[in-house]
C-alpha cells in the first residue's frame, strides 16, 4: 500500500491553481523552448511520468528541427507562441531566456490566470516581484526554483527550511562557467585557454561577458537577497568585477596565503546598511567555496539562529536544471503554497570591510614599495603582509600586498597616485579575502 | 510597501489547517517539552515575532521550574498534558522526545484535528506512516522537518526542490556526536576523553548508546529513506555498528590512506535491492564528507537527473533545531502543502560491494598474514594492499589489509576462521571504504 491513498487528496485537488481546472485532470503544460534544459524537462516527464503532470504544448522557434519522437503523440508543437499562450494549457514553462520577447509572454501567460515556471534568472531578478503580484491578483503562481543554482534546492531550502530563522548573509558561487575556469586556473591552465574549452563543451557562451563579467551571478544574487535578506534591490545597483583580470601568478600568491580565488557573490546587512558584491575573491582552501569544482555552484546562507548552512552541487546543465523545474511543477499540480517571505525595496549602499589581496606588475625601480605603503598610510590602511616571489623579471615584476580589512572604498581612494605610477605595467588588481 | 498586499492571502488563510480558525486569527501554538529547543522555539517566536503564528500553551512536567518571563502573559503554563490536548490550539509543537506516552499524545492531537510539528525522530521513523494517514483522515498535518539534521533544510529540499528526480542513494553524518567524537579523534584524541568532554559540553547523553550506537543515525536514516528513495522500512531491519571499536591507530593507518574516519549513514537500491548501513566507514580525505567537523551534520543526495546534491551544517543544538520548527510552523501557518512524496513498503535485503578495510591487533607469530590472505582467497576476495607501520610492539601489533569491492557477508564469512586465531587480542575491526 502506498503511503498515500491517490497522489492527491481532494482537498489538494481543490487547492491546485487553475481554479477551474476539474478534479482529477493532470496539469496542462505547456513548455516555451526545447533546447538542453526543454528537452530535459520532456524527458523527465517522459521517463518518470509523474502522476498529476500532462505535457501538452511544445513552442520553439523552427519547431520542426525540435520535433522528437518520444514525447506523447498528443502533443502540440509549435511556432506560434500567441497560439499556446492562447491554449488550454495549464502552465507555461518558461526556457527561452532573457528579457524580451519572454516577458510579454510570462505576463500574458500570468494575465490569463496560467502558472508561470520559469528558468529565467534575468526576467526574475528585474521583474520578479511585479510579476509575483500580477500572479497573484490573476490566481496563478510563479515559480522560479531553477533559476538560481539550478538543481540545488536553494530557493525551496530558503523559502520552507529556512523561513523561520533570520537569514544575515548570504554568500556563494552562482556561476558554473567561472567556477570552471577558476578551479582550471587553479590546477595550473592559462584563462584563454580554459575559456576555449569552456565554450567547446558548452560551459561558456561565444560572448562570456554574463558569465565572466558576472551579471549572470549578480541576477542571481538579486533573487537570493530578496529571499535570504528580504530586500527588493535592483540588480544594476550590484556592480560586478570581472575575472578577466586573475592571473597564474595570482593564485601562485594565493596559494602562499591559504587561499584559492573563486568568483563569489555576496550579501548581507551590516550596521543597517545593505552590502552586496560579486567578483573574484580570495577564499580560504579550509573553507566550502575552495572545494567547489568544475561547474559546481554552492549557497551558503548564515542565519542568526540556525548558524551557516551549505548547499552544493551542480548548478546548471540540462538535467540538473530540468529537476528544479519539475519539482516546481510537481509543488503546483499538489497544491504546495510557498511560505510568502515578505520583502521591502532597499539600496545596496553599504560595504563590506574586508582585508585586501593586491598584486601589482611593475617594471622594477627603487621607491615602488615606498610610494605604495605611503599611500596606504595615508588612507589609515594597515599594511600586513608584502610578498614578492623571486623567479621573475624585474622589467614585469609581480608583488603583493595585503592589508587589514577595510572598505574598497579606501582601497581606490589610496590605490589612485600609486595607478598613476610611470612603473605601473597594468592596473593593479585588488581582491577581497575571506577568512 | 511589502512583496506581498498582506502576509496569507484570503485563499491561503482558508487553505490553511484548523477549518474553524476563523481568517485572520493566527496559528495558536501549544508547545511541548520546554528543554533546550523548546525555549529556543518561544525565543525565536518572541524575538522575531513572524505573523501568523501565536504560542499559546507550554507543557512540561514541573512547569514551575521551568516559566520565563519573556513570553507572552497571556501563554498558559501546565503540567496536564491533557487539558493542553484539549485546548483551543491548532498546533502541537512536539519537543518531549521518545515513543511513550508521546506517541499516545501525537495520535490524540492528531485525532482532534490539530496539527502535529515534531523534532522526534524515532516518532516518525516507527510510526510515520501511519501517522500521517491519521493526520490527513481527520484534515490535519504532520510535520517533521526538525527529525533529520536540525537546522538543514534536508526534509523540504527533498520533499520541494528534489521530488523531480529519482533519487538513487542517500547518505550523510546524520549524529552529531559522532562526527564530534570521530573529528576529534581524527585530531589525535582517545574516544574516552572526547565522549568525557561531548558530556562535558552536552553533546552527549550520560548513556550514549543511542548516539555512539548508530541508533539515532538509523532511525533518521530511515526517514530519509521514505522521502529520497521512497521506501517504507522498518528501521529495525538496518544493523547500525558502533563507533566505539575505532582506535587512534586507524586514523593513523586511514590517513596512510588518503581517508579519515566518520559514522555514515547510507543507503541505496542495487539491482532492485534495497542496502542500508549505519557504521563508521573510511571516506576520503577529499570528499565532502571528509570535511564535516564538530557537530556538524551533512546529507548527500545522489539524483539520476540532478547527480549528488550536498546539504551541510548544524544539525543539533537549541537554536538550529528550533529554526526547522518554526519553518515548519510558518508552512502551516501559510497553508503550504507538501508534495505528498509516495512510498511503499520495503524489505532492507541488499548489500553495498565496497571495498573494505579490516584491521588486525595481533601477538606477532610467523604465519598470520598466510592464515588471513588463504581466508580471503577462499571468498575470493582480492586484497588490495597490507600495511603495516613500524613502532609497534610485537606483543600488541596492529597492521590492515585492504581489499577490493566485495560484500559484508562475504568478508564476514572469510573472517570466521581468522577471527578463531590463538594470536587475535581483539575482533577484527573491518570498516566500508568510501572513494
Given at each position: 500500500m502506498s503511503l498515500v491513498e491517490g497522489f492527491l487528496s481532494s482537498s489538494e485537488r481543490l487547492a491546485a491553481p487553475g481554479a477551474a481546472r476539474p478534479v482529477n485532470r493532470p496539469l496542462r503544460i505547456a513548455l516555451f523552448g526545447f533546447g538542453t534544459v526543454g528537452s530535459s524537462v520532456a524527458r523527465i516527464l517522459a521517463e518518470s511520468s509523474p502522476e498529476g503532470l500532462e505535457l501538452t504544448h511544445v513552442f520553439n522557434r523552427g519547431v520542426a528541427r525540435k520535433r522528437v519522437?518520444?514525447?506523447?503523440?498528443?502533443?502540440?508543437?509549435?511556432?506560434?507562441?500567441?497560439?499556446?499562450?492562447?491554449?488550454?494549457?495549464?502552465?507555461?514553462?518558461?526556457?527561452?531566456?532573457?528579457?524580451?520577447?519572454?516577458?510579454?509572454?510570462?505576463?500574458?501567460?500570468?494575465?490569463?490566470?496560467?502558472?508561470?515556471?520559469?528558468?529565467?534568472?534575468k526576467l526574475i531578478a528585474f521583474h520578479g516581484v511585479e510579476l509575483e503580484r500580477l500572479a497573484a491578483a490573476r490566481g496563478g503562481h510563479l515559480k522560479y526554483g531553477a533559476a538560481v543554482a539550478g538543481g540545488i534546492p536553494v530557493i525551496p531550502g530558503l523559502e520552507q527550511g529556512l523561513a523561520g530563522d533570520r537569514i544575515e548573509r548570504i554568500e556563494g558561487i552562482l556561476n558554473g562557467t567561472c567556477n570552471f575556469i577558476l578551479s582550471k586556473m587553479e590546477a595550473g591552465a592559462e584563462y584563454a585557454e580554459v575559456l576555449a574549452e569552456a565554450q567547446k563543451r558548452g560551459y561558456a557562451e561565444a560572448d562570456p561577458t554574463e558569465d565572466v563579467g558576472g551579471l549572470d551571478a549578480r541576477a542571481k544574487l538579486a533573487i537570493l537577497m530578496r529571499l535570504a535578506l528580504r530586500v527588493q534591490v535592483d540588480p544594476e545597483e550590484i556592480v560586478p568585477r570581472p575575472i578577466t583580470t586573475i592571473t597564474p601568478v595570482d593564485f601562485s600568491y594565493a596559494r602562499d596565503l591559504g587561499s584559492t580565488i573563486r568568483?563569489?557573490?555576496?550579501?548581507?546587512?551590516?550596521?543597517?546598511?545593505?552590502?552586496?558584491?560579486?567578483?573574484p575573491m580570495l577564499v580560504d582552501q579550509r573553507s566550502p567555496m575552495a572545494w567547489s569544482r568544475g561547474t559546481e555552484n554552492m549557497v551558503i546562507a548564515s542565519g542568526r539562529y540556525g548558524g551557516d548552512v551549505v548547499f552544493s552541487g551542480h548548478g546548471a546543465g540540462g538535467h540538473p536544471t530540468a529537476v528544479a523545474v519539475v519539482s516546481d511543477l510537481l509543488a503546483l499540480a499538489h497544491g504546495s503554497r510557498r511560505v510568502e517571505i515578505p520583502s521591502q525595496p532597499a539600496r545596496v549602499g553599504g560595504e563590506f570591510e574586508l582585508p585586501h589581496y593586491i598584486r601589482f606588475l611593475v617594471r622594477d625601480r627603487p621607491g615602488i614599495v615606498a610610494a605604495i605603503t605611503g599611500a596606504l598610510a595615508r588612507e589609515q590602511i594597515n599594511i600586513r603582509a608584502i610578498l614578492q616571489k623571486p623567479g621573475y623579471p624585474a622589467d614585469a615584476l609581480p608583488f603583493v600586498v595585503t592589508v587589514e580589512p577595510c572598505k574598497s572604498s579606501a582601497l581606490r581612494r589610496a590605490l589612485e597616485p600609486v595607478r598613476a605610477l610611470d612603473c605601473m605595467l597594468v592596473e593593479p588588481l585588488d581582491l577581497q579575502m575571506l577568512e
Open positions: 519522437d518520444w514525447t506523447p503523440a498528443s502533443v502540440v508543437w509549435s511556432e506560434d507562441a500567441d497560439a499556446v499562450l492562447a491554449s488550454d494549457a495549464d502552465v507555461v514553462v518558461e526556457l527561452v531566456g532573457g528579457l524580451d520577447p519572454v516577458g510579454a509572454w510570462v505576463r500574458r501567460a500570468l494575465e490569463n490566470g496560467k502558472s508561470v515556471v520559469t528558468a529565467n534568472k568568483q563569489v557573490s555576496r550579501a548581507e546587512r551590516a550596521e543597517e546598511r545593505l552590502a552586496a558584491t560579486v567578483g
